[in-house]
Each structure stands twice: as structure tokens, then as C-alpha cells.
């Protein structure tokens, strides 16, 4: 039987600026990779627990475990300056401004097994709420494109999704349960994604 491992990550406590969707994001897709039909055993890390350190830690080990499929869901602030693109964590400031997406690529491309498949799914920047007042203005709230800089020349195998376009910005859908991203994404893995014949309305699993 395939062994299937996520690594799944929401953060709203961040201090001064929080988000407030980005916790209930991680549980529900947490509990949607777990259904039987998907079969991911799943690592939770939520706001207060999503340090520099310990969100390091715990990807350093996930992608040293032997699996067939990874998957790594963020949902937060992202944060990019001429340091490169990183995840905001909650511990973040002007000098360490959370986990690289550099470091991820190179533990995507040189530590997780050749022939696993990685899927990595990013719902960041959220532009709807203010920025962590512990980053400096020098920065920007990461795009797409921001993100490809860092992802640049991924193995075969390795598939990234983030939540926008190069020109726009990730938000919290005001009307809507999770984030905008997040709440097409799981739409899609209950049901409404279209299968190979374009006909919507069946589960389809990750395979």
C-alpha cells in the first residue's frame, strides 16, 4: 500500500497582524487528506507552534521519511525581499523572517526520494489583512512569480501550486469559510474538480 505523508501548516496568531482563516484552512484540509480515499498520514503545525525552529525541524524530518507521495500545505502570511521568499512564521522579524522556500527546494530536490511525488500547495500572502508588524517595509507580499524565483528547475515528480498569478495577491474571502485558494481546493478534493472527461461532481483522490 503507498505510504502517503502531509505536512500541514496555518497560521493566524501572528502578533499585532493576525489572519483568521488560516488555521480553520490547515485543519479541513488536514481532515480532507486523511478521508480513506486519500490516505495521507497527516503532521498539523498551528499558530503558536509554527516558530522558525521548530517549522524547520519538522520539514527536515518530513522529507526524510520514506513515503511515495508528500504533500506540503502552507497557509499564511509570505514574505519576499532581495533575501529571497519565505513562509512567515510566528516568531518572524526583520532579520530571520521565517522558513525559506530556497531551503524547502533544495530538501524537495536532494533529500526526498527520487521516485516519490511532492505536491506543495502555498495559500500566502493573504493581502486582505495587514502585514506582521515585526517586517520591515523593505518587503513585499509574495507573489506567484516570487515564488517560481525559489522553485525554479524541480525534479520530475515535484509539482508546485500557489494561490495567484504573478501580477496579484492571495486573500481571505470575506463571504467565504477559508481563504479564496484553499476553499476551490477543497471543493476540489470533495467533489466538484472536473475528472478526465470534464464531468464534475466525482470524488476524484490524488493518484
Partial sequence: MPKRFALVVGVDAYPGNPLTKCVKDARDVSATLQLQEYGFQVTE???EEVTRRRFAEYVNIFF??????YVLYFSGHGWSTDMGVHLVTVDADEIDQGTSLDSIRNLITNVAPQGASVLLMLDCCHSGAALPSSLPDSGIRVRSDDVLKSMVYLPEGRVLIAACRGD????????????????FLLSGLLGEAADINGESGVFTSLR
Fill in 45 to 47: 503545525l498551528l499558530d
Fill in 64 to 69: 526524510r521519511e520514506e513515503a511515495d507521495f
Fill in 168 to 183: 496579484e495577491v492571495a486573500f481571505e474571502g470575506p463571504d467565504l469559510e477559508h481563504s479564496v485558494f484553499t476553499e
